[in-house]
């Protein structure tokens, strides 16, 4: 149920773009007449077919098959920014997918889906964790807060204001899940949590928020375009200002 | 990934009683590695048994010094646990050095004991062969590239590491591992609960499927003031370990009175190392004696083409981790 990153339009413009330098006498199944989106609907209808009915399988089986296949269906109440949300959702469904595919809020951004990358990266009562890797049904009961609930109307959190005035971004892609890792930073730092560089320094007891710990500590979210210098900097500022 | 049905369980005789019933059910603790391999399709449970809600979140003090620490503790929690820093910096040491922030917080004690490899090709269902997923289909990366496997008791059947820092910190502190299955509870000491491959490489642990993990137990600590767990891994952060040494110590002047050796990223499970122990206990605490312990570690090691380089890193950073031991950690 994984799904693509790239709209109907961005199909659209690649089909339109791509190169027809084929070779009349090289001709391959796919330079016939159906085009790319043809032959990707038919091969999908292909495959699905293979994989239901192609066997031959007695009744029993059939309906076995047909449960084992069957969507299970759950409905779930979020709460997520301060309002709750009802929604019926099939249980393979994510907190990233709920939140992005089901309550419009794309501001979390999914990118490998596999909990690699921390753009997906939401607070779950307070704690960061990557949305792409929790169910929804297990964030039920939670307050969840993504980048859509840092800001106060038009008054922006702190972190917020910090990567604006440090251009912590590019392409801002990864952005919103390095905003909500940081706000989480600053508060595991004030309560005194440890990292590995804090065992590696000695500075055991509330060590300080060096450059070094920033690395450490926000390196569960991944930048392509490496903004890294400004986003260290960036955190940087935000703790600096809640000290002062 | 498949469908599943969802049930989350509010006890554990209601969560085990859930997974025994249900053929293909799991337990779902922090999920960071149940539903990664779902969406693989390397898991396919027919039914998920939430147990994030059952009360085993607490890291206390036992009657004879040890520590107890419930089976839903996060990662997180339990590098930062006041007892942990205290009295088991190994083992804060070891989880902090794992994963990323945002994963610590999810995964648990119990899902974390029971991690499955990152070989490439289990993890990856486009290759057949694969004798943890597969049983009987052969092992893709005993011919394919396999720098980050095992030098240390695997079979030509599968040569996939044990990924998990925690892991290695829990063989060098001698852990119990507490579950509850449908029959009742029983301990398992933490060198008996995970397997060396064999000719089953699929069958990993000695959990049985309808037992649920709920507290591992650490000894009162000898370790305290001369521990040092030290990961070597391509990238400096977020990276598993090509190798890694849990090394502890308990001095008498520069004497060693004892010390518990631990290897990670080079065995099936993590490698406790009786042979280095052995050369440690009584011996003085130089780098002598240190290379002896390596040299010994290592002895039955067996590299293949691509991860022989993982032999002389072992040694080195055994070398390294029991120096560092030895100079102490303030925690």
Wanted: aromatic fraction near 4%; glycine fraction near 8%.
């Amino acid at each position: 149920m994984s799904i693509p990153l790239c709209t109907a339009n961005d199909e659209e413009e690649r089909e339109e773009s791509a190169p027809s330098t084929k070779e009349p006498e090289n001709r391959s199944v796919l330079d016939t007449e159906i085009s790319r989106r043809d032959f990707v609907k038919a091969a999908g209808v292909l495959s699905a077919g293979v994989a239901s009915g192609a066997p031959k399988l007695n009744a029993a089986q059939q309906a076995k098959a047909a449960a084992e296949t069957a969507p299970q269906m759950v409905t779930l109440t979020l709460k997520i920014n301060g309002a709750p949300h009802a929604l019926t959702v099939d249980t393979r469904t994510t907190l990233l997918d709920a939140l992005r595919e089901y309550l419009g809020m794309t501001g979390s951004k999914k990118g490998c889906d596999h909990g690699q990358c921390g753009a997906c990266t939401v607070l779950v009562d307070g704690r960061r964790v990557n949305s792409c890797l929790t169910l929804a049904a297990v964030a039920q009961g939670a307050e969840i807060t993504t980048i859509e609930g840092l800001a106060h109307g038009d008054q922006l959190h702190p972190v917020q204001e910090a990567f604006l005035e440090h251009d912590g971004f590019q392409c801002g892609y990864c952005t919103p899940g390095q905003i909500c890792s940081a706000v989480a930073v600053l508060e595991e730092h004030k309560r005194g949590d440890l990292s590995t560089v804090s065992w590696q320094t000695g500075e055991t007891s509330a060590p300080e928020l060096t450059d070094n710990e920033i690395r450490e500590r926000m390196s569960g979210n991944l930048c392509r375009c490496a903004a890294y210098p400004n986003i260290v900097a960036a955190v940087r500022a935000a703790s600096m200002g809640e000290r002062s | 990934m498949n469908p599943f049905q969802y049930q989350r369980a509010s006890a554990p005789e209601e969560a085990i009683h859930a997974v025994a019933a249900t053929r293909g059910a799991k337990f779902l603790g922090g999920g960071t590695n149940l539903v990664d391999l779902m969406k693989y399709d390397v898991e396919h449970p027919s039914a998920l048994v939430d147990i994030n809600h059952l009360s085993f979140n607490q890291v206390t003090t036992t009657s004879d010094g040890g520590a107890m620490i419930g089976a839903g503790v996060r990662n997180s929690d339990l590098a930062n646990h006041e007892i942990v820093r205290r009295s088991y910096p190994l083992l804060s040491q070891a989880l902090l050095s794992g994963a990323s922030p945002q994963l610590r917080n999810m995964a648990t004690t119990g899902g974390n004991l029971l991690q499955r490899t990152r070989c490439y090709y289990f993890n990856d269902t486009s290759y057949a062969e694969c004798n943890k997923r597969s049983p009987g289909s052969g092992c893709a990366a005993v011919k394919g590239f396999h720098r980050i496997h095992a030098i240390l008791g695997a079979t030509d059947a599968c040569i996939a590491t044990n990924p998990s820092d925690m892991n290695v910190a829990l063989a060098a502190l001698d852990a119990t591992i507490h579950v509850q299955g449908p029959k009742g509870k029983r301990a398992i000491a933490i060198h008996d609960f995970h397997l060396l491959p064999g000719n089953t490489p699929h069958i990993e642990t000695t959990l049985r499927p309808d037992e649920l993990i709920t507290a591992v137990e650490l000894p009162p600590s000898k370790f305290a003031g001369h521990s040092y767990y030290l990961k070597v891994r391509d990238r400096q952060s977020y990276s598993f370990a090509l190798v890694s040494v849990a090394a502890a110590l308990e001095l008498d002047g520069s004497t060693i009175r004892s010390g518990a050796l631990a290897l990670g990223g080079v065995a099936h499970k993590p490698w406790r190392s009786p042979e280095a122990e052995h050369i440690l206990a009584g011996a003085p605490a130089t780098e002598a004696t240190f290379r002896r312990a390596a040299e010994a570690a290592l002895t039955s090691a067996v590299p293949r083409q691509h991860n022989a380089f993982k032999v002389e890193l072992a040694k080195i950073s055994i070398v390294r981790a029991l120096t560092t031991a030895a100079k102490g950690v303030q925690a």
